[in-house]
C-alpha cells in the first residue's frame, strides 16, 4: 500500500482520506481514537497518539498486512490498558504515516518507522513533531516550545505585585 494515500489534508484524522471506509472506531471518547478503516481492500489501523492540547492532536496510521487481518476481525478489548497493548504491538517495527490535526483536521503527515518497544509510537511521534517544529520559522518554533513547556508545566505562572 502506498502510504501517501492514508491521510489528505482537512479530513477527520479517524477518517482522514475520502477514499477510506469502513471506518470502525475501537475506543469513542468525544470522537474515535483508534480503531480501522479500509482504503480499497486495504485494512489500516488508527490512532491518537497524543491529544492533550484539545485543538492539536498526533495521529498514527499503519496498514494491516494481509496475513495479519484476522486478528483484526471483530476486535473487542477488556480495557483501554489491553487495546493500547495490542495497538503499540502492531505499530512496533512499522512504518507509519504520522499526523497532526488542528480541531480535528489534518494539517500535516509524515512517514516514520516505528522502534520496536513499548514506547515505540510515542518515540516515532516525538520524531515526527520535532521534525515539523525544525521546518517552521523561528516565531513558530518559538511559540510551539513555549507550548511544550506550558503543556508539562515547566513554565511558572506569572507573579503580580
Not at 500500500?1 to 494515500?5: F, I, K, S
Given at each position: 500500500?502506498?502510504?501517501?494515500?492514508i491521510?489528505?489534508?482537512?479530513?477527520?484524522?479517524?477518517?482522514?482520506?475520502?477514499?477510506?471506509s469502513?471506518?470502525?472506531?475501537?475506543?469513542?471518547?468525544?470522537?474515535?481514537?483508534?480503531?480501522?478503516?479500509?482504503?480499497?481492500?486495504?485494512?489500516?489501523?488508527?490512532?491518537?497518539?497524543?491529544?492533550?492540547?484539545?485543538?492539536?492532536?498526533?495521529?498514527?496510521?499503519?496498514?494491516?498486512?494481509?496475513?495479519?487481518?484476522?486478528?483484526?476481525?471483530?476486535?473487542?478489548?477488556?480495557?483501554?490498558?489491553?487495546?493500547?497493548?495490542?495497538?503499540?504491538?502492531?505499530?512496533?517495527?512499522?512504518?507509519?504515516?504520522?499526523?497532526?490535526?488542528?480541531?480535528?483536521?489534518?494539517?500535516?503527515?509524515?512517514?516514520?518507522?516505528?522502534?520496536?518497544?513499548?514506547?515505540?509510537?510515542?518515540?516515532?511521534?516525538?520524531?515526527?513533531?520535532?521534525?515539523?517544529?525544525?521546518?517552521?520559522?523561528?516565531?513558530?518554533?518559538?511559540r510551539?516550545?513555549?507550548?511544550?513547556?506550558?503543556?508539562?508545566?515547566?513554565?511558572?505562572?506569572?507573579?503580580?505585585?
Open positions: 500500500m502506498n502510504l501517501d494515500t491521510v489528505k489534508r482537512g479530513e477527520a484524522p479517524w477518517c482522514p482520506s475520502p477514499e477510506a469502513d471506518c470502525e472506531a475501537w475506543l469513542v471518547w468525544d470522537h474515535p481514537r483508534a480503531g480501522t478503516f479500509r482504503i480499497g481492500s486495504d485494512l489500516v489501523l488508527f490512532t491518537v497518539v497524543s491529544d492533550n492540547d484539545g485543538d492539536l492532536s498526533v495521529w498514527a496510521y499503519t496498514p494491516v498486512q494481509a496475513g495479519a487481518e484476522h486478528s483484526f476481525a471483530n476486535t473487542r478489548f477488556a480495557s483501554s490498558r489491553e487495546l493500547g497493548e495490542f495497538v503499540s504491538t502492531y505499530f512496533a517495527g512499522q512504518m507509519a504515516v504520522f499526523a497532526v490535526a488542528s480541531d480535528l483536521s489534518v494539517a500535516h503527515w509524515g512517514e516514520y518507522r516505528v522502534p520496536e518497544g513499548t514506547d515505540g509510537l510515542a518515540t516515532a511521534a516525538a520524531a515526527f513533531v520535532s521534525s515539523l517544529i525544525a521546518a517552521a520559522g523561528p516565531t513558530t518554533r518559538l510551539a516550545a513555549l507550548a511544550g513547556a506550558a503543556a508539562v508545566n515547566a513554565i511558572p505562572e506569572p507573579v503580580s505585585s
